[in-house]
T-cell receptor
């Protein structure tokens, strides 16, 4: 079983829709959680960084962490064609390790 | 503008040749990382360095080597011992405190034939 599971998609939605992207994990020691957006043949861009449980909002993006369920989500409101990309989740424990664990990414297509 | 640069963007090599990928950052970050990205496999850690003159193997270090002589630079050499070197290589950096945000460069696509 992988430490982090992420549905590869592709997920196709119409422009303006609310998008929900999710990752589940098995290591209860994970404390720091990140979401990245990666356009084709480009490096990942950090979108959201959260720690512990709860919600964090930044513009059209909301990151949610549910540690009891070992589940994190990224919501995108009013999705745009420019949001079409692969979204990666990443997480690390508090043990002082420098090893970030990444999901395999979900490909999102927002249709105009 | 602060950021991470990787060069070149595309690199082509013949099998049996060593090749060095460049990574430079001007973010004043202590920690730097090299990842390999293959379709459907996500990011896999090759090497990381927490401080100058120190580095550790990641999950797939075989066939790769690195150096960290300067804080700003963390070059990766793909040696002829790496069995499947064709991949997208990503360099990243972070402040150096465990758990902090990690930022990525634009990547280098290496093709070995």
């Amino acid at each position: 079983q992988k430490e982090v599971e992420q549905d590869p998609g592709p997920l196709s939605v119409p422009e303006g829709a609310i998008v929900s992207l999710n990752c589940t994990y098995s290591n209860s020691a994970f404390q720091y959680f990140m979401w990245y957006r990666q356009y084709s043949r480009k490096g990942p861009e950090l979108l959201m960084y959260t720690y512990s449980s709860g919600n964090k909002e930044d513009g059209r993006f909301t990151a949610q962490v549910d540690k009891s369920s070992k589940y994190i989500s990224l919501f995108i409101r009013d999705s745009q064609p420019s949001d079409s990309a692969t979204y990666l989740c990443a997480m690390i424990p508090t043990s002082g390790t420098y090893k970030y664990i990444f999901g395999t990414g979900t490909r999102l297509k927002v249709l105009a | 503008d602060g950021g991470i640069t990787q060069s070149p963007k595309y690199l082509f090599r013949k099998e049996g040749q060593n090749v060095t990928l460049s990574c430079e950052q001007n973010l004043n970050h202590d920690a730097m990382y090299w990842y390999r990205q293959d379709p459907g496999q996500g990011l896999r850690l090759i090497y990381y360095s927490q401080i100058v003159n120190d580095f550790q193997k990641g999950d797939i270090a075989e066939g790769y080597s690195v150096s960290r002589e300067k804080k700003e630079s963390f070059p990766l050499t793909v040696t002829s011992a790496q069995k499947n070197p064709t991949a997208f290589y990503l360099c990243a950096s972070s402040i150096g405190v465990a758990g902090d945000e990690q930022y990525f460069g634009p990547g280098t696509r290496l093709t070995v034939t």
